[in-house]
Nanobody
Framework: QVQLVESGGGLVQPGGSLRLSCAASGRIASIGTMGWYRQAPEKQRESVAT???????NYAESVKGRFTISRDNAKNTVYLQMNSLKPEDTAVYIC??????????????WGQGTQVTVSS
């Protein structure tokens, strides 16, 4: 069974850094675009950053220059390096991937999410 598992969240002071990881596991034939989304209390889920299989990236305006998305295709893993964190970055960060399991068809998958709290 294919799943996405995030790690790396936690509590950090304003101005600090965190690195999130999301590993896709199971019998996977291929992975397309991977990305990170976030959802704060009483707010809609928003896209933070995405990266294609070729390495092209896209960022939300609010995180440009502070966050960096990357991936290791050999490990089926996507990362989000978050620097200069602000209280407004507090949210559950959720991994997403377009993924084709072996002997199946491509579909979109979501992880369970990891909490990031930025507070002094």
């Amino acid at each position: 069974q294919v799943q996405l598992v995030e790690s790396g969240g936690g509590l950090v002071q304003p101005g600090g850094s965190l690195r999130l990881s999301c590993a896709a596991s199971g019998r996977i034939a291929s992975i397309g675009t991977m990305g990170w989304y976030r959802q704060a209390p009483e707010k809609q889920r928003e896209s933070v950053a995405t990266i294609t299989s070729a390495g092209s990236t896209n960022y939300a305006e609010s995180v440009k220059g502070r966050f960096t998305i990357s991936r290791d295709n050999a490990k089926n893993t996507v990362y989000l390096q978050m620097n200069s964190l602000k209280p407004e970055d507090t949210a559950v960060y959720i991994c997403n991937a377009d993924l084709t399991p072996v002997a199946s068809y491509r579909r979109n998958y979501w992880g369970q999410g990891t909490q990031v709290t930025v507070s002094s």
